[in-house]
């Protein structure tokens, strides 16, 4: 986490100054926005490596604010909120949220989370190039083109791509999935899974078909050789 730029936006002052004040225990660098007006403003004045967003802001909720982010960015996203409907969970990761944590809430939790993120978003890669049919994965450059055209991917969506690839004509549940993508410290339930391989099959286009439900099982990335 050491130099890392996060920002962190919530109105609740007090809640704000505390996560700031573990977060820059932890050496990192913190930006604060108390309004979505001011959080977008930071985020196109600076490079991030971690957002925490909450979702009741004013000007512009954090909803908002995760659509427009997304449209542009794989950073990751973390959604802070006091709403704890299932709905309102996977809606968050319908915009492309990666993580979710509902208030009141441990801090240290937070922290470990945090780190999770980061951890899964810079760790190293190396440097081969896959190719399948038109589907190219440069991992040294943590890119991956349909026709040379490069995919919009969460950083979620392209350890997914990554994982199903390496795991290619085998039969996988969601629960094995779930802990080779997320890890088993993951908090989330089975259908963060089906949510992210939907927003995957639609960004592969055609490939996406690809992606085969394996009733009763899971899911199996499909390609013949």
Request: hydrophobic share 40%; aromatic share 8%.
């Amino acid at each position: 986490m050491i130099g890392a730029n996060i920002l962190v936006v919530e109105d609740e002052e007090k809640l704000r100054r505390l996560l700031a004040t573990y977060l820059k225990k932890e050496m990192v660098n913190v930006f604060e926005a108390a309004d979505g007006e001011v959080a977008l403003s930071l985020y196109q004045e600076h490079s991030f490596d971690l957002i925490i967003l909450d979702i009741m802001l004013p000007k512009y909720d954090g909803w908002t604010i995760c659509k427009r982010i997304r449209e542009v960015s794989s950073v990751p996203i973390l959604i802070l909120t006091a709403r704890s409907e299932e709905s309102d969970k996977l809606f968050g990761f319908e915009l492309g949220a990666d993580d979710y944590i509902t208030k009141p809430f441990s801090v240290k939790e937070l922290i470990a989370r945090v780190r999770a993120l980061l951890r899964r978003s810079q760790q190293q890669i190396s440097d081969e190039v896959i190719e399948i049919k038109n589907l190219k994965i440069d991992k040294k450059s943590h890119l991956a083109l349909i026709d040379n055209a490069q995919l919009s991917l969460s950083p979620k969506e392209y350890d997914l791509l990554i994982y199903l690839v390496h795991n290619k004509n085998l039969a996988l549940t969601r629960e094995t999935i779930l802990n080779g993508v997320w890890g088993y410290d993951y908090y989330g339930d089975l259908r963060t899974v089906d949510t992210h391989i939907k927003r995957l099959r639609k960004k592969l286009q055609l490939l996406g078909d690809s992606i085969k439900t394996v009733r009763g099982i899971g899911y199996r990335f499909e390609v013949k050789e």
